[in-house]
T-cell receptor, first 112, second 111 residues
Framework: DVKVTQSSRYLVKRTGEKVFLECVQDMDHENMFWYRQDPGLGLRLIYFSYDVKMKEKGDIPEGYSVSREKKERFSLILESASTNQTSMYLC???????????FGSGTRLTVV | GQQLNQSPQSMFIQEGEDVSMNCTSSSIFNTWLWYKQDPGEGPVLLIALYKAGELTSNGRLTAQFGITRKDSFLNISASIPSDVGIYFCAGHSNTGNQFYFGTGTSLTVIP
């Protein structure tokens, strides 16, 4: 069963901490994405990557960075967590930029 | 980013009823997708549409790619309790690198 795996389902971090969210896909997909989901706002793209070591900013990249050292792994980094980054974070992958994405189960991050 | 408006925002229906929801955009899209998100899970792709006017079914679900290419519709017939969740539309244009997602329609089915 092909899948996108996010390492944590729930995380609680303190303000100012550096936070790493990890995502691994086993489908050999070229493209990987990080979204955040907030009530009433839908899914908003933070960053995406179309190849190893390549990254593109999405609509809300401020306060985040990403790393893609290997094709199967895409990490989202919160350099200094803030309470307004409390959210559900969804990772996704796809074989091309025009085909549907496969999503992970999400990481619900709470910053206190 | 692009704005996709979904309506209604939420629905409460009796089991067995049919459901209709729609998604509109200010831009023309070449691909429309419909996803369902179960509570506590990530979205799962239900239906993909690639041509204006296209009508595609997946079991009790039917989706249509609007003729104007600025809207899409999802219908669920004879709803059952496991239809509960949030339904998202997503659209992609030739000029962009990403799918843009709607704000979601939350569906509650009352047994």
């Amino acid at each position: 069963d092909v899948k996108v795996t996010q390492s944590s389902r729930y995380l609680v971090k303190r303000t100012g901490e550096k936070v790493f969210l990890e995502c691994v896909q086993d489908m050999d997909h070229e493209n990987m994405f990080w979204y955040r989901q907030d009530p009433g706002l839908g899914l908003r793209l933070i960053y995406f990557s179309y190849d190893v070591k390549m990254k593109e900013k999405g609509d809300i990249p401020e306060g985040y960075s990403v790393s893609r050292e290997k094709k199967e792994r895409f990490s989202l980094i919160l350099e200094s967590a803030s309470t307004n980054q409390t959210s559900m974070y969804l990772c996704a992958s796809s074989p091309s930029l025009v085909t549907g994405y496969t999503f992970g189960s999400g990481t619900r991050l709470t910053v206190v | 980013g692009q704005q996709l408006n979904q309506s209604p925002q939420s629905m409460f229906i009796q089991e067995g009823e049919d459901v209709s929801m729609n998604c509109t955009s200010s831009s023309i899209f070449n691909t429309w997708l419909w996803y369902k998100q179960d509570p506590g899970e990530g979205p799962v792709l239900l239906i993909a549409l690639y041509k204006a006017g296209e009508l595609t079914s997946n079991g009790r679900l039917t989706a249509q790619f609007g003729i104007t290419r600025k809207d899409s519709f999802l219908n669920i017939s004879a709803s059952i309790p496991s239809d509960v969740g949030i339904y998202f539309c997503a659209g992609h244009s030739n000029t962009g690198n990403q799918f843009y997602f709607g704000t979601g329609t939350s569906l509650t089915v009352i047994p």
